[in-house]
């Protein structure tokens, strides 16, 4: 992806925004391009819940498939101040704790609905973490409401055919969930 491209792109918007910032750094991480912004009025930038942020990163994608004449949109993911890699965090947190859950119980949990990028998150993190090699994870659900279901991968051996899989949510006060952007 064009570094100087997402730069000015990016830089043109928050202006255009009259959204304060100070740098924009580029770079490639695994299968995408990762954009920090530092600003010293990230609030701003982030809007309530990152709704700005999501907006902003939406409207750079779309400038940069047409000024790049891509035949689809970059996986560009902005971040300001770190914001973004911390929801990241909370979302690896709450699926080590609800892993632990389907561990002891032995059913499925699935956790709160959440956006895309983020299902994709826990997807690779239950994938790529050795202490989670026991568990699998599938997605349940249409929209917004899509969420992702954690379970033991063995139990995938009892499921008959065409038997439905109906995910086991669990309520609970404070799962840390509500404040998380996703």
Not at 36 to 46: K, P
Not at 63 to 75: A, D, N
Not at 89 to 95: G, L, Q
Not at 106 to 123: D, E, K, N, Q, T
Request: without cysteine; proline residues 3%.
């Amino acid at each position: 992806m064009d570094a100087k491209l997402i730069e000015e792109t990016v830089g043109n918007l928050l202006k255009e925004l009259e959204l304060p910032f100070d740098s924009i750094t580029v770079e490639e991480r695994e299968d995408m391009t990762h954009a920090e912004i530092t600003s010293s009025m990230a609030s701003r930038i982030i809007g309530w819940h990152g709704e700005t942020l999501n907006s902003i990163q939406h409207l750079a994608k779309s400038i940069i498939r047409q000024q790049g004449k891509l035949e689809r949109s970059p996986f560009l993911v902005l971040d300001v101040d770190g914001y973004r890699a911390s929801q990241e965090e909370k979302v690896k947190k709450i699926a080590s704790a609800k892993a632990d859950f389907v561990r002891r119980s032995g059913s499925r949990v699935a956790l709160a609905p959440m956006s895309p990028y983020f299902r994709r998150i826990v997807h690779l993190y239950v994938a790529n973490t050795p202490e989670l090699s026991d568990l699998t994870t599938e997605s349940s659900g249409d929209g917004d409401y899509r969420q992702v279901v954690l379970r033991l991968k063995d139990e995938a051996a009892k499921i008959q055919d065409g038997e439905e899989l109906a995910p086991v949510i669990v309520e609970s006060t404070d799962d840390g969930l509500a404040n998380l952007d996703i």
